[in-house]
């Protein structure tokens, strides 16, 4: 089990050799402070080689280059970047809130850094280990929302109010499958901790991980948040709040300058947590897939995973078209609240089909799979029926005036 | 009375009287979220970790949301710079103080704050309470409870649903047979 | 059923990422300052005025009749006549803008001014790269740095340029004749107020032959 050895340790023993030269009183203060840095250094750094991973990648998903002149091939980008947005002015509209409006993006980064307290990034690499990590991912995500509304309303612009209000109306409402498709793993893991539900996948029978995701409701479960967290973070296709054609930039329209940049940290932070939270819980955070691979770092394993699916995130980013209001409302009530329910049921049949019902190991197991794939399945069909009946989508033709 | 637990109840203190004198009414929502916070924090602070997470879920983002949007779907972020004392306002104290005598009452006469009063030997003995215990709590010994209040609040939610229905069927009732409105369709 | 179209659409975005690795073509973008594309013959941004022969002061089709002048929509055209006249390409005596600005920063590239001259002095470039540093100085461009060869209207709108010398050199050949013919008149009136006796003019009047330029 304690596989890895020191290469899978060595920012944990870092950690405690700094520690332990500290003088006593100061331990607890060092060691804190040492969890914070790292945090904000690592992923503030994840965030500026995503901008510009995110900007080739969806050039070449153009057929673009993408940006390549900062630097070979373009990877400083993101200095330039820091560079231009720290030297611009900062504008504050004479009619805003001035308190709410520089409070705001503070607030957004800072709410959203206090999530990754509770992600273990590699074994024995959680900043804080929460009896209820979860409730405290989701407890304390909730203040983006005020954020964005404080961002929104202190500009004293109608496109930031619209944007605002649209942002918050789509948070709450994907807000409630993104907790319901988690409560499906703390179901079947019986804890909130975060860090007891990764151990929980960290286990091997035969070669294969107990990941969740390897399970039907885990399959479903897991593209079902991850559609939830795209929302949650307004990215594309969710990106109505934004919506550059209609509101401009929605609720940061008034922001310039490094206010601006705050915002856009904010938000790819967010994506990071979310995706973060969604390795935890459905992709076996820090375990490797097979039991032969447990060699390789923990760490290694969690960040791999994470930029997989910061990758997949660009490439639905690069492929769909942005929602209208009424889609993304249909979509969460109409569809992804009733599949997270049924994800649940789901999830529950799986804990009553233990070996002693379905059977012993080979066969048992696999009508155990079969029995809950088809629990989501057979509903799954039945709702994309009813939902597209009478939607007959037409190829349109265009007239063009003579 | 630690230093964290002053600060904190400054906050939320401060965070309420606040919300009671600020002139504008998105200024009182927001420092009533500061009070909400507070107050969850001193949840946590106390070691009551899920009542304090479910605090700052429930009150900052839920409830608090739901004041903000109010407000500005009721155009009510402006108004009224004058009266800040109306009537109801002492109607509201009455109630504000019957609401602390019972909590009074209910705090003095309660185990804990006798054994308060007999010394610091209760500082130890509080409960160490986990998610999961009050998990099996409500899920065995109070599960009845729990169903009646989830269906209760299911049987509001149809209603309000229901009540949104109407009222947007009623907008033309002599119109002949109107096409149905996009919204109403799946 | 709900969710293929997805599919489908991330299929070919995928398509799409890892062809332009390997495929040249499919990349649309050209590295601009290291790479151009050779400018399409449509392609206009700003005026310039067309001179004859060698000496662009003498040659400047332009008469200064500041039609131009009072079409251009922005105003961005500024024209002072010259006192004196000289010849143009016919030999008629016209004036010549003393002073002629176009202002490019207000030019909104529209062509009008193209088309209204009946002179075809003036014409659009494909010329680009005009940044300067001085916004206001820089980019009020007087007569000199306007005026440009016919050779480079050739160079730059072949079909156009064509078009508009074969008018030119049309024009040019019945100016000839009328001044010809007027001539022949004139000889003949000359010739029967020396002989009036003689009755009817017996001067033939055909057109002289024409030359192109
Ligand atoms: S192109 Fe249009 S705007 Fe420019 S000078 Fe000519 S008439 Fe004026
Ligand atoms: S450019 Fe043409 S229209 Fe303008 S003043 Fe000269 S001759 Fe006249």
Redesign the interface.
């Known amino acids: 089990m304690v596989a890895g050895g020191a290469a899978d340790q060595v920012f944990v023993n870092l950690d405690h050799w700094i520690v332990g030269h500290t003088p006593v009183p100061l331990q607890t203060l060092v060691s804190i402070v040492i969890s914070i840095a790292t945090i904000i250094v690592v992923f503030a750094g994840l965030f500026a080689l995503t901008t510009v991973f995110e900007r080739k990648?969806l050039g070449?998903?153009?057929?673009?280059?993408g940006p390549n002149r900062v630097g070979p091939c373009g990877v400083f980008q993101p200095l330039a970047d820091a560079v231009k947005s720290l030297t611009k002015e900062d504008v504050v509209p004479r009619s805003a809130?001035h308190v709410?409006h520089y409070l705001a993006p503070l607030v957004l980064v800072g709410v959203v850094f206090l999530t990754y307290a509770v992600l273990p990034v590699g074994r024995n690499m959680t900043a804080v280990n929460?009896?209820?990590g979860v409730?405290?991912f989701?407890?304390?995500?909730?203040?983006t929302?005020?954020a964005i509304?404080?961002a929104g309303?202190s500009s004293h612009n109608k496109y930031s109010?619209l944007g605002a209000?649209r942002a918050?109306a789509q948070m709450?409402s994907y807000?409630i499958p993104l907790i319901l498709s988690s409560v499906a793993v703390i179901m079947t893991a019986?804890?909130?901790s975060t860090v007891a539900i990764v151990e929980k996948q960290a286990r091997y029978s035969s070669t294969l991980a107990h990941w969740y995701v390897f399970t039907p409701w885990g399959l479903a479960g897991f593209i079902l948040f991850m559609i939830a967290a795209t929302a949650e973070t307004n990215r594309s296709p969710f990106d109505l709040p934004e919506g550059e054609s209609e509101i401009i930039a929605g609720y940061f329209i008034e922001y310039s300058g490094f206010k601006f940049a705050l915002f856009f940290l904010a938000e790819y932070l967010e994506m990071f947590a979310v995706s973060g939270l969604g390795i935890t819980l459905f992709l076996g955070g820090w375990s490797a897939p097979f039991s032969f691979l447990t060699w390789i770092p923990s760490w290694i394993w969690f960040f791999g995973k994470l930029l997989t699916l910061i990758f997949a995130f660009i490439?639905?980013r690069?492929?769909?078209p942005r929602l209208r209001m009424?889609q993304l409302m249909?979509f969460a009530w109409?569809?992804m609240l009733p599949m997270t329910l049924i994800v649940i049921l789901s999830a529950g049949i799986w804990h009553f089909l233990t070996a002693a019902v379905v059977g012993p190991k080979p066969l048992g197991a696999v009508i155990r799979w079969l029995v809950c794939a088809l629990v989501i399945f057979a509903p799954?069909?039945t709702?994309?029926r009813?939902?597209?009946?009478?939607r007959k989508i037409e190829k349109r033709t265009y007239r063009f005036a003579e | 009375m630690t230093l964290a637990f002053l600060i904190l109840a400054v906050l939320t203190v401060a965070g309420g009287v606040a919300a009671m004198t600020l002139r504008r009414l998105v200024h009182c929502a927001l420092a009533l979220t500061v009070a909400f916070a507070g107050l969850a924090a001193l949840y946590l602070n106390l070691g009551a970790e899920f009542a304090g997470l479910a605090q700052l879920l429930v009150y900052v983002g839920a409830i608090a949301i739901l004041i903000v949007f109010a407000i500005l779907l009721t155009h009510g972020g402006e108004s009224d710079p004058e009266k800040v004392f109306s009537p109801a306002g002492i109607a509201g104290g009455v109630i504000a103080l019957a609401v602390f005598a019972v909590l009074g009452w209910a705090v003095t006469t309660s185990s804990v704050a006798h054994g308060w009063g007999a010394g610091a030997a209760a500082q130890t003995s509080a409960p160490q309470t986990s998610v999961r215990e009050i998990g099996l709590t409500l899920m065995q010994r109070y599960v009845l409870p729990l169903e009646v209040i989830a269906l209760m609040l299911t049987a509001a939610m149809i209603g309000a649903v229901i009540l949104a229905w109407r009222e947007k069927r009623s907008v033309d009732p002599g119109a002949p047979s109107a096409p149905p409105s996009p919204e109403l369709r799946v | 059923m709900l969710g293929e179209g997805i599919l489908k659409g991330l299929g070919e975005t995928a398509r799409n990422f890892a062809g332009s690795f390997v495929s040249a073509e499919r990349l649309t973008t050209v590295q601009y300052p290291e790479e151009r594309i050779a400018p399409i013959e449509a392609t206009r941004d700003f005026p310039f005025l067309v001179y004859d022969g060698a000496d662009w002061e003498a040659g400047l089709r332009c008469v200064a009749c500041q039609i131009c002048e009072k079409e251009c929509p922005p105003r961005c055209i500024h024209i002072e006549k010259s006192k004196d006249k000289k010849p143009d390409f016919v030999g008629k005596a016209q004036f010549y803008p003393a002073v002629f600005d176009i202002d490019v920063a207000v030019c909104m590239s529209c062509q009008i001014c193209v088309e209204v001259c009946p002179f075809d002095a003036i014409r659009m470039d494909n010329k680009f790269e005009l940044s300067t540093t001085d916004r206001f100085g820089g980019l009020l461009w007087t007569k000199e740095q306007l005026a440009k060869p016919n050779e480079y209207y050739r160079q730059i709108h072949p079909t156009e340029a064509a078009e508009t010398d074969e008018r030119r050199v049309k024009e040019l050949a019945d100016a000839k004749a009328k001044a010809a013919a007027a001539a022949a008149a004139a000889a003949a009136k000359a010739a029967q107020q020396a002989a009036p006796g003689d009755g009817v003019s017996a001067v033939p009047t055909t057109p002289a032959k024409v030359v192109p330029q």
Request: charged share 20%.
């Open positions: 990648g070449r998903i153009q057929n673009r280059y809130d709410v929460l009896d209820a409730l405290f989701f407890a304390v995500g909730a203040g929302e005020l509304f404080m309303w109010l209000m918050i709450i807000e019986g804890t909130l490439w639905v690069g492929t769909l009424d249909n109409k569809f799954f069909i709702l994309a009813t939902l597209e009946r009478g």
